[in-house]
């Protein structure tokens, strides 16, 4: 009987260093992630978290097994500059565990359950990853913005952050010259690319693929006047607004999750993009 109780009290406090390790894991994702706002899980919510697994064995493995494999995606996007930097076998790791994650949900997200903002943690797609070689501008965060449209339509726009480049901290600028490049770092030009997205028609539980109708784009420089180009400061009080008029077809995307501070979705080139949710005091856009 004395040996029993040994084990039983081994197993519980193993049970408890793994969440405590666990928690501490997932507390230290929450608070930041490559400069960029990440979404934010409350304490509240990790401790009750924790109390649930310490008191079920079966719940432990599940969501434990969970939590940690989105801890480890979110550490991939950091440690690769969300996927922009990536070796093929941290591409083909960040692969399997989003097709763990796809595989844990009984029925797919819709569309509806996308609305709100969301910031880039890791992508593999091309069109992405190479903006960061702009010369021109220094790219920031990137992002998305879904917003309920017109009928069953969804208005989804594109956001990018650029910023200035690096290489002009370097030259000899000042007097005129500075003021028409900008004097300091701290301002920003936010572009959007705007799009219409609608459910595909045979869209089911196993899953939903989104249509996308390009509609415009938006140039809208941010800062003050030693902050900005010359010309930037012309468009800041005069943003360029190119939407309206004719709507072409712009791809699709597969919905594959969906929680309450992470989304991924496929698109129709196969290339993967997971998103982080913005709450009110992370929104940067």
């Keep these: 009987?004395?040996?029993?109780?040994?084990?039983?009290?081994?197993?519980?406090?193993?049970?408890?260093f793994l969440v405590l390790i666990l928690t501490l894991t997932f507390l230290a994702k929450s608070f930041s992630f490559i400069n960029n706002p990440a979404p934010r899980i409350s304490h509240s919510e990790i401790r009750s978290r924790s109390a649930t697994l310490l008191y079920s064995s079966a719940g432990y493995s599940a969501e434990a097994s969970l939590l940690l494999q989105k801890a480890e995606l979110f550490r991939i996007g950091e440690t690769t500059d969300r996927g922009f930097s990536c070796t093929?076998?941290?591409?083909?790791?960040?692969?399997?565990?989003?097709?763990?994650?796809?595989?844990?949900?009984?029925?797919?997200?819709?569309?509806?359950?996308?609305?709100?903002k969301w910031t880039l943690v890791y992508t593999d797609a091309p069109d992405i990853t190479g903006l960061s070689q702009q010369?021109?501008?220094?790219?920031?965060?990137?992002?998305?913005?879904?917003?309920?449209?017109?009928?069953?339509?969804?208005?989804?726009?594109?956001?990018?952050?650029?910023?200035?480049?690096?290489?002009?901290?370097?030259?000899?600028?000042?007097?005129?010259?500075?003021?028409l490049v900008g004097e300091t770092d701290k301002g920003r030009v936010i572009q959007k690319v705007v799009t219409e997205g609608s459910e595909r028609a045979g869209s089911s539980k196993s899953g939903v693929f989104v249509d996308l109708k390009i509609k415009g784009?938006?140039?809208?420089?941010?800062?003050?006047?030693?902050?900005?180009?010359?010309?930037?400061?012309?468009?800041?009080?005069?943003?360029?607004?190119?939407?309206?008029?004719?709507?072409?077809?712009?791809?699709?995307?597969?919905?594959?999750?969906?929680d309450e501070a992470l989304r991924i979705i496929k698109t129709s080139n196969g290339h993967y993009a997971v998103n982080a949710k913005d709450d009110i005091t992370s929104s940067w856009f």
């Design 1 to 16: 009987e004395e040996k029993k109780i040994r084990k039983l009290n081994m197993m519980l406090a193993t049970q408890q």
């Design 88 to 116: 093929q076998g941290q591409r083909s790791e960040a692969e399997k565990i989003i097709t763990t994650l796809k595989n844990t949900q009984a029925t797919a997200p819709a569309l509806a359950d996308l609305e709100g």
């Design 135 to 179: 010369p021109a501008a220094r790219l920031g965060r990137v992002g998305q913005e879904i917003a309920r449209g017109d009928g069953d339509s969804y208005v989804i726009s594109n956001v990018i952050e650029w910023l200035r480049p690096r290489w002009l901290d370097r030259l000899p600028l000042g007097g005129f010259a500075g003021r």
């Design 217 to 258: 784009a938006s140039f809208s420089p941010q800062g003050e006047d030693d902050e900005l180009p010359v010309a930037f400061q012309i468009l800041r009080d005069r943003p360029v607004d190119l939407r309206g008029g004719i709507t072409l077809p712009f791809g699709s995307f597969e919905i594959l999750y969906r």
